[in-house]
């Protein structure tokens, strides 16, 4: 591990090689927040809302374990064990799902990737949680994704300030420590549910096969912007338990976008259009005869392009035509939940 006088002194390199040791150091940002213990009280801000959480990680036996607990509002725990996380409110479990790490799980190949897409700076030191830390700026070279700005821990690399902006750089949302240990141990104590909770969803549902140029057994991904790719598909039982919803992966090695894909049942209201809140945005239409919803936190243009590039097989003889995704009224985004009221 660097030395903070090291740190200081890669400013001084020279701009390609600087780019360079910018991406060394995301990824011993990338690998310490998942390989390191610590915890501390973070604060997560999105321009509309800001909750204050207490955070703690660890790395036991190769599996990340992770819990956050809120400080304000309802009582809220987010408990992440491996791929998967549990929520409770009080002690009643409200969700599962899949979640990625408080940081992207970085590779010397996903960096190249990315760097196809995003220009690399190295923004020096600078001070988080009473704490020096060394930041990244990924600005992005095209409109179909936003920005990062990354500052680790200058002796452990632990990400201390994780900012995500659009185009102009401003601050879409934030999570940030506020204070910060490095405990050689925590104990098994800390990631226990809240009592009487139950545990929900701890496997993942299993992958479905892959086939050939990106197609599934109803739709096919026949456009994505460049740079996303198919990482991952999977079914699970749809939430009425009458049928099954595919789930779609797509990423560019940073950001993360989701396409779900159900057969509509008994006729009711289903989300259509555009919307978009903080960061997250989101994109519904008929293709075939499914409802599609792709949404991620990437700009509009992005789950736009997604979702008109997907495509459906011939009708059966006397189906009912497609419906234009334009002919329902589009609705807005329900507000994210929030571990604040």
Known sequence: MRRLSLVCAAVLVSAPAAADDAAAWLLKVSDAA????????????????????????????????????????KPRDILREGDRVAYYVGDEPV????????????????????????EFKDLGIARVAARPCRGVLMSPRDEFRYGYEICGDAVTAVPLRVTLLDRRG???????FTE????????????????????????????????AAGAVATWQVATLPPGFRIVRRSLAPSPDGQG????????????????YGTRPGAPGKVFRGLSNMGAMSAYGRRVGAFHITVIGEVPVSTVRMIGD??????????????????????EQLSQPESLTD
């Open 244 to 259: 099954l919803v595919e789930h779609v992966l797509l990423s560019d090695g940073l950001s993360v976008v989701s396409v």
């Open 95 to 118: 969700r599962s799902a899949e979640q990625q790490s408080l940081f992207p799980v970085l590779s010397q190949e996903l960096l190249a990737q990315a760097a196809r897409h995003y």
């Open 309 to 330: 590039g997907l495509t459906a097989p011939d009708p059966a003889p006397g189906a009912a035509p497609e419906a234009s995704p334009d002919a329902a009224e589009p």
């Open 180 to 211: 910060v240990t490095y405990p050689e141990r925590i104990a098994d104590a800390a990631f226990t549910p809240p009592p009487g909770a139950l545990a929900v969803g701890d496997r993942p549902a299993p992958a479905a096969p892959a086939t």
């Open 34 to 73: 998942r390989q390191a213990n610590y915890q501390g009280v973070v604060v997560y801000r999105d321009g509309q809302r800001m909750d204050v959480m207490r955070l703690v990680h660890r790395q036991l036996h190769g599996r990340v374990q992770e819990r956050l607990t809120s400080l304000t509002g």
């Open 170 to 176: 401003r601050t879409i949302e934030q999570l940030m």
